[in-house]
Each structure stands twice: as C-alpha cells, then as structure tokens.
Nanobody
C-alpha cells in the first residue's frame, strides 16, 4: 500500500503562488499515473492535473497555464506549482497515485486564496 502525504498548502492572496508536495512512502518510479484533485465543500471532487510515469502531463482547462505538475522519482515526491492563484482555486487538494489498477489517496491539504 502506498501512503501519500501532502504539504505546502495555506493562505495566499490572489495572484500569489504556492507549491504543493506529495511525499510517497515508497518508490514512485513504477507508478503509472499520479496527480491532483481538489474539492470544495458541497461539491464533487474536481480533477486538476495528472502526470504519467514518462512525465506526460495533462491539466484541467481551469488551471492550464497557471499550474505545473511534476514528479521527482528520486525523492518519491509529486509536486504542483500553482501560480496566479485565484479565489476560485480555494479548495482541499488531494494527491493520488495509480499503481496498476489501485488508486491511493492522500488525506488532503487546504489551499485558501483571498481576494
């Protein structure tokens, strides 16, 4: 079982930046897909970005051009660099890792963007 732990969230003003990290409990070298979702209370979890084992990336339209997903296999860590943050980016952000057919989730971390 892969344990994931997010860090780097917090409060930031609109237009600011944050970098989220997601540390894995084991090597991520062979993990097929990793990524981020976010959720606002009362709404469904929303996909944000994914990165594959060969570092192919995809982004939701709402974050494209502002967010960058990356992974450091040596550090067993996934990142989400978030720039030009908007109040509507406020949410709990969850990282995930898909290993073969099993998906593992982190516990989530709050990101709050003030206007």
């Amino acid at each position: 079982q892969v344990h994931l732990a997010e860090s780097g969230g917090g409060l930031v003003q609109a237009g600011g930046s944050l970098r989220l990290s997601c540390a894995a409990s084991e090597s991520i070298f062979n993990i097929n897909v990793m990524g981020w979702y976010r959720q606002v209370p009362g709404k469904q979890r929303e996909w944000v970005a994914t990165i594959t084992s060969i570092s192919s990336t995809n982004y939701a339209d709402s974050v494209k051009g502002r967010f960058t997903i990356s992974r450091d296999n040596a550090k067993k860590t996934l990142y989400l660099q978030m720039n030009s943050l908007k109040p509507e980016d406020t949410a709990v952000y969850y990282c995930f890792a898909q290993k073969v057919t099993v998906v593992y989730w982190g516990q989530g971390i709050q990101v709050t963007v003030s206007s």
